[in-house]
């Protein structure tokens, strides 16, 4: 992927330039000697930068976006620059789709970094993308069988010590999304539960416990007792 938008900008430069060196190695004197050029550009992917994915069919595309830093070399300052002019204004009036162009300078530190005195360069960034496989979706051929579940309600009364009634616990029927809140009296109440549900026991949480207490499924209605540590 990056090979690509790399033959696409050495295209496009190429396309506004003419025949002259492009190196894909960092800015610096020596490639005029390397190349036999004595005029060239320095094509150099400076970072690599991650971007957002792309909304649309899921799963959408993985995005990244490639920096490229352009730098000229030739003869004399006043070649260099006209190399300059026509990048910097193709890069401006006839960019590659999707191209965006940052003329900020670089600080000087960057330049000590390569080993190169401050000068003038462009910051080209390309976005590159990756597509991801769709999940295979499997067809049903099967006729929908639809299966009915009687429902019922189940209640009962959360006590504590001495049998007090305890309010405000929040009682959930593990395995399903089902919870419920005591009232002022201790009662609670899930009005709909599967009859062929087997519930061998009800989560309580009051008081800052968690206790998991056992029941009787068939009775009706349940009596639970929440014991604390003395």
Sequence with gaps: MIEQIDDRLIAWIREIVGDVAISLEPPGSEHAGEQGHERGVSLYLVAIVKKPPLRGPAPPPLQIALRYLVTVWAPTPGEAHQLLDKLVWAALAHPLPEMELDLEPLPA??????????????LLTMPARQERPRPTVTRVRLPLD?????????????????????PDAVIEIPGSEQQTVTDSTGRFLFPRVPRELDIPFLRVRAKGLIQDIPIDSQARPLVIRMTFPS
């Design 146 to 166: 639809v299966h009915f579940t009687e429902t019922g309600p189940l209640s009962g009364t959360l006590l504590g010590p001495d049998d007090t009634p305890i």
């Design 109 to 122: 530190t960057f330049w000590l970094a390569l080993g190169e005195p401050p000068q003038p360069a462009l």
